[in-house]
C-alpha cells in the first residue's frame, strides 16, 4: 500500500499514533529513497516531540530490522551473548569484556561502529592498534566466533540500513536524544545481529544521552521489553555516566588502559564494571558459577585478546602511538574533588582530535584526555589533574576552554554512588 508521506508526518506531528502500514511504508520507502532526508527528519522531529506508543516503537524496530538482512549463530557449537552500551565518555569496557566473556566459552558477536559527537567508538580506540582491521567477512566472523569466541568487528552494511540512513540524519537534525528514536535504532542493529542473550548497558547523567536516572529508566524498559518479545534473552543496567569511566578518554590511550585490566592491574570502576557485565552476561546463557576475577588476574583473558587482535592483523606487542604535544592542566583549588564532569571532558577530549563532527571524518588515534585525579581524591592546587593529548597543537586552546567549570571542589569527602546503579529485566 502507498501513503502519503506529508500525511504521515502530519499525523505524528498532531500526536496521532502510526499505524502498522503506515510504519512499514515509511521505512521502507525512507531505504529505498522514494522519502526524502528532509521529509525523514521532520518526522523525527515529530516522533522526538510527540513520542510513540510501545506498539509504534515495537512496529518502528521491526520495520528497520527487515530493511536489511539477519544474521544466524545458531549453528555454532557455543551460545552468543552481546552487550550494548549507551555510549559514554571514557567507555572503553567493550574491549576488556568481549575477551573475559569468551574465556568461559561462550561466543560474543560484537558488531560496533564509530564515534559520534563526545562519545568514543568502539573501532576507532581499536584501530589505533598497528594493523588492526576492523572490516571482517561473514566467514572470517564466524570462523573467528567458532575458535576464539570473541569478535569486535564493524557492523556490515547490511544489517538495518534504514537505522544507518536515519541515525546519522537524526545526528544532524537535533534528533538524537529521543527514547522512541534510540531505542528501535539500538535494538533493530542488536535483533537483525542475531544474538540469542543481549545485556544492555544504559549510561546514566551528564556524559550519556539520558541525563536522568527516570529518563534511563524508561529507555531500559522499552529497550529490554523489545528484545525480550523479539526472543533475545534481554537484561539492563543502569550505570553512571556524570565522571567519566577509568583514567582515560581517547583511543589508543582507552587500548591501553584495557590492556592493564586485562593483565590484572586498571582503574577500579572499569574491573569492577567489566566484571559486573560479564557475570550478567554469563548469567544470561545460564552459567552462574564463575570468577571472573580470576580469569583477568590469571591472563585466561589476555590470552584471547591477543589472539583476537592478531586474528584481525594486528600486533599485540607493537607500541601504541603516542601524540606529539601534550598539555597539563592542574588543580585549581585544593580540596576533595567533588565532581569532573563527563560531558565536559568528552567534549574536550573530541576537540583534541579523538572523535569526529561528521561522519567520514578521520580520527586521530593519539588524542584525548589523562586523568590523574578522580571525585573523591584529595588534591592541592597546583597539583597535575590532566594531560591533554594531541597531535595538533592548535586544538589545544579549545579543549582547555570545554573543561572550563568541568572540575569542583568540596572541603571535605564527597558522598559518591556506586557504578552500577540499577537493574531491568
Ligand atoms: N546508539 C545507537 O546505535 N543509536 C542511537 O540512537 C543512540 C545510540
Redesign the pocket.
Known amino acids: 500500500m502507498n501513503f502519503d508521506v506529508v500525511d504521515l508526518i502530519r499525523t505524528k506531528r498532531d500526536g496521532g499514533a502510526l499505524g502498522d502500514a503506515e510504519i512499514d511504508w515509511v521505512i521502507d520507502a525512507y531505504t529505498r529513497g522514494g522519502v526524502g532526508d528532509e521529509q525523514m527528519a521532520a518526522m523525527a522531529m515529530a516522533i522526538f516531540l510527540r513520542g510513540m506508543s510501545r506498539a509504534e516503537i515495537a512496529r518502528w524496530t521491526a520495520a528497520m530490522i527487515a530493511s536489511g538482512e539477519r544474521m544466524d549463530f545458531s549453528g555454532l557449537s557455543k551460545p552468543t551473548v552481546d552487550k550494548h552500551s ?2 559514554g565518555v571514557g567507555d572503553k569496557i567493550t574491549l576488556p569484556l568481549a575477551p573475559l566473556v569468551a574465556v568461559f566459552d561462550v561466543a560474543v558477536p560484537q558488531l560496533s ?1 564509530r564515534g559520534l559527537g563526545h562519545t568514543g567508538g568502539t573501532l576507532d580506540k581499536l584501530e589505533s592498534i598497528p594493523g588492526w582491521r576492523a572490516a571482517l567477512s561473514n566467514e572470517e566472523l564466524f570462523a573467528q566466533l567458532d575458535d576464539l569466541g570473541a569478535v569486535i568487528c564493524a557492523a556490515g552494511s547490511g544489517l538495518a540500513p534504514a537505522d544507518k540512513k536515519l ?1 546519522a540524519l ?1 545526528d544532524i537534525t537535533g534528533t ?1 536524544e529521543a527514547i522512541p ?2 531505542a528501535s ?2 535494538m533493530s ?1 542488536k535483533i537483525a545481529e542475531g544474538t540469542s542473550a543481549l545485556v544492555l548497558d544504559v549510561k546514566v547523567g551528564s556524559g550519556a ?1 539520558m541525563k536522568s536516572r527516570e529518563q534511563a529508566e524508561e529507555l531500559a524498559r522499552t529497550m529490554v521489553d523489545l528484545g525480550n518479545d523479539a526472543g533475545v534473552r534481554t537484561t539492563a543496567l543502569l550505570t553512571g555516566m556524570d565522571t567519566p569511566l577509568g583514567l582515560t578518554a581517547g583511543n589508543a590511550l582507552e587500548v591501553r588502559e584495557s590492556v592493564e585490566v586485562l593483565a590484572g592491574g586498571g582503574p577500579d570502576d572499569v574491573v569492577e564494571l567489566t566484571c559486573t557485565l560479564t557475570r550478567e552476561m554469563l548469567a544470561a546463557v545460564g552459567k552462574t558459577d564463575v570468577d571472573v576475577e580470576a580469569a583477568l588476574a590469571d591472563g585466561r583473558a589476555m590470552d584471547i585478546w591477543r589472539r583476537m587482535i592478531a586474528a584481525q592483523d594486528g600486533d599485540p606487542d607493537a607500541p601504541l602511538p603516542v601524540a606529539k604535544h601534550q598539555h597539563m592542566v592542574v588543580a585549581a583549588e585544593s580540596g576533595h574533588i567533588a565532581r569532573m564532569d563527563a560531558f565536559d571532558v568528552g567534549v574536550s577530549a573530541w576537540r583534541l582530535g579523538a572523535g569526529r563532527a561528521r561522519k567520514d571524518d578521520p580520527v586521530q588515534a593519539v588524542a584525548g584526555i589523562e586523568l590523574h585525579a578522580k571525585p573523591g581524591d584529595e588534591v592541592s592546587a597546583g597539583q597535575p589533574l590532566m594531560t591533554l593529548h594531541t597531535d595538533t597543537e592548535e586544538r589545544i586552546a579549545r579543549a582547555v576552554d570545554a573543561l572550563d567549570g568541568a572540575v569542583s571542589y568540596a572541603d571535605g569527602a564527597p558522598d559518591l554512588p556506586g557504578i552500577v546503579l540499577g537493574r531491568v529485566e
Open positions: 549507551t555510549g561502529g541515525y537524526r538524537v528514536l534510540i535504532s539500538i542493529k544521552f
